[in-house]
């Protein structure tokens, strides 16, 4: 009997940290940034869709910062204000971001920051670069929520 319960109590060791590891992965949330704990973050935070792009809500929002997939995508309201930048500028329905390119040339990682927004906001994504775009139509509404300010992305063409 010792040799039927010990391959028995292998299979549910093992069943029970497989779900533990699954339990532990839909925990993932980001690490709230320095400015989070704003009454303007957390106004922004609560505005998030549920899901993005089918990927559910890792954990409840903290601090203004929330995850979804696994923490494949991340979003963190508080951080530091860009200064202006020659790094690429891309403005998606009405909200300005900045692409961090050193950042997705050396870990593939995306990583945009809002532009002539106050508080200012980050959104890191892991995976195809090609579902970005869709990600920040799905955060638009929430990144509304923060007030513009005076700045502004321009090209090139508008400096010279």
């Given at each position: 009997m010792?040799?039927?319960?010990?391959?028995?109590?292998?299979?549910?060791?093992?069943?029970?940290?497989a779900t533990?590891?699954?339990?532990?992965?839909?925990?993932?949330?980001?690490?709230?940034?320095?400015?989070?704990r704003?009454?303007?973050?957390?106004?922004?935070?609560a505005?998030?869709?549920?899901?993005?792009?089918?990927?559910?809500?890792?954990?409840?929002?903290r601090?203004?910062?929330?995850?979804?997939g696994s923490?494949?995508?991340?979003l963190?309201?508080?951080?530091?204000?860009?200064?202006?930048?020659?790094?690429?500028?891309?403005e998606?329905?009405?909200?300005?971001?900045?692409?961090?390119?050193?950042?997705?040339?050396?870990d593939?990682?995306?990583r945009?920051?809002?532009?002539?927004r106050?508080?200012?906001?980050?959104?890191t994504?892991h995976?195809p670069?090609?579902?970005?775009?869709?990600?920040?139509?799905?955060l638009r509404?929430?990144v509304?929520?923060?007030p513009r300010?005076?700045?502004?992305?321009?090209?090139?063409?508008?400096?010279?």
């Open positions: 010792r040799r039927v319960l010990t391959p028995l109590a292998g299979l549910l060791l093992c069943a029970c940290a533990s590891a699954l339990a532990g992965a839909r925990q993932a949330t980001a690490t709230p940034a320095p400015g989070g704003s009454a303007a973050c957390a106004g922004l935070v505005q998030v869709p549920a899901s993005l792009l089918g990927r559910p809500r890792d954990a409840p929002p601090a203004g910062a929330v995850s979804w923490g494949r995508a991340e963190r309201c508080g951080v530091e204000e860009l200064s202006p930048t020659a790094d690429p500028c891309i998606v329905d009405g909200v300005d971001w900045v692409l961090d390119e050193h950042l997705l040339n050396t593939s990682t995306a945009l920051t809002t532009y002539g106050r508080p200012a906001s980050e959104f994504y995976g670069r090609e579902e970005v775009a869709g990600y920040l139509v799905s509404d929430a509304r929520a923060a300010t005076e700045r502004k992305c321009v090209s090139l063409r508008e400096v010279g």
